[in-house]
Nanobody, 124 residues
Framework: QVQLVESGGGLVQAGGSLRLSCAASGRTFSTYFGGWLRQAPGKEREFVAAISWSGSLTRYADSVKGRFTISIDNAKNTVYLQMNSLKPEDTAVYYC?????????????????WGQGTQVTVSS
């Protein structure tokens, strides 16, 4: 199992930016895909983005395409989520996740390891 710790959440005005970080430890992270999901109050957890260990493959939810960028630093075993042009509807708890599979994840059920979450609040 891999352990994940998120950081970087906070309060930002609409149109602003935040960068989330996810540090992985434990099992060799190179066998996993990394990803981010989020859960807003009263809503189900939703997929945001995923990335392969090499960084060559990425996938985004339609709601964040063109605004969010997922990246990975292999040397640091860290996955990042750069969030630009933030909107109030991006407000949620953001979770880092890892998936040990053969295909790029596209939904929450694809992931087997989760971080504790970090709150992102976007004010209008």
């Amino acid at each position: 199992q891999v352990q994940l710790v998120e950081s970087g959440g906070g309060l930002v005005q609409a149109g602003g930016s935040l960068r989330l970080s996810c540090a992985a430890s434990g099992r060799t992270f190179s066998t996993y895909f990394g990803g981010w999901l989020r859960q807003a109050p009263g809503k189900e957890r939703e997929f945001v983005a995923a990335i392969s260990w090499s960084g060559s493959l990425t996938r985004y939810a339609d709601s964040v395409k063109g605004r969010f960028t997922i990246s990975i630093d292999n040397a640091k075993n860290t996955v990042y989520l750069q969030m630009n042009s933030l909107k109030p509807e991006d407000t949620a708890v953001y979770y880092c996740a890892a998936a040990r599979r053969t295909a790029l994840p596209s939904k929450g059920a694809d992931f087997g390891s989760w971080g504790q979450g970090t709150q992102v609040t976007v004010s209008s």
